[in-house]
T-cell receptor
């Protein structure tokens, strides 16, 4: 499994863009990159998934450089409700017995 | 369509007592996982089941057993609870694209 490294915490202000970078130097050819969001007292929630280049949905964008050794989750114009822990996972979709495990995540605090 | 359900939501046990945490999903997924999350920490995988009838150990399996009763249900059993097992337990159901759908969690305290 590819090991991931994220910043422990980040502070931001309402209306700003938040970018969280995850390092995964030993990512394998078949690995995808998936980001989850977790609010206090809740289970994590899927945000976005990608393999290469850029992926965008209604919530976030995911930027993946050509070497795929890192990825950046971008949250546009954050609000107070975006305060949460964000996890980066890297693994092979569909692999038998695949175990995608969570690291410590990045705690994002959005201030007024 | 309830997604992933877990029971109970809260539980307090005394050291040495046993209990089973229940998890069910209605998304027809093959894979299901059990995690624990200690305060301020990330999730750690306890056991997983890649398909009905199969289970495998994750990162922290000691003190736990699991049963994949059928495709919908995956239970986690603590045979002799210890204070170190005080945690929040999450069950997840995994889609074919490895998207994990989580239940609301069970908050367990072992005294």
């Amino acid at each position: 499994l590819a090991k991931t490294t994220q910043p422990i915490s980040m502070d931001s202000y309402e209306g700003q863009e938040v970018n969280i970078t995850c390092s995964h130097n030993n990512i394998a050819t078949n690995d995808y990159i998936t980001w989850y969001q977790q609010f206090p007292s809740q289970g994590p929630r899927f945000i976005i998934q990608g393999y290469k280049t850029k992926v965008t949905n209604e919530v976030a964008s995911l930027f993946i450089p050509a070497d795929r050794k890192s990825s950046t989750l971008s949250l546009p114009r954050v609000s107070l409700s975006d305060t949460a822990v964000y996890y980066c996972l890297v693994g092979d979709i569909g692999a038998a017995g695949n175990k995608l495990t969570f690291g410590g995540g990045t705690r994002v605090l959005v201030k007024p | 369509n309830a997604g992933v359900t877990q029971t109970p939501k809260f539980q307090v046990l005394k050291t040495g007592q046993s209990m089973t945490l229940q998890c069910a999903q209605d998304m027809n997924h093959n894979s299901m996982y059990w995690y624990r999350q200690d305060p301020g920490m990330g999730l750690r995988l306890i056991y997983y089941s890649a398909s009905e009838g199969t289970t495998d150990k994750g990162e922290v399996p000691n003190g736990y057993n699991v049963s994949r009763l059928n495709k919908r249900e995956f239970s986690l059993r603590l045979e002799s609870a210890a204070p170190s097992q005080t945690s929040v337990y999450f069950c997840a159901s995994i889609s074919t694209r490895d998207t994990q759908y989580f239940g609301p969690g069970t908050r367990l305290t072992v005294l």
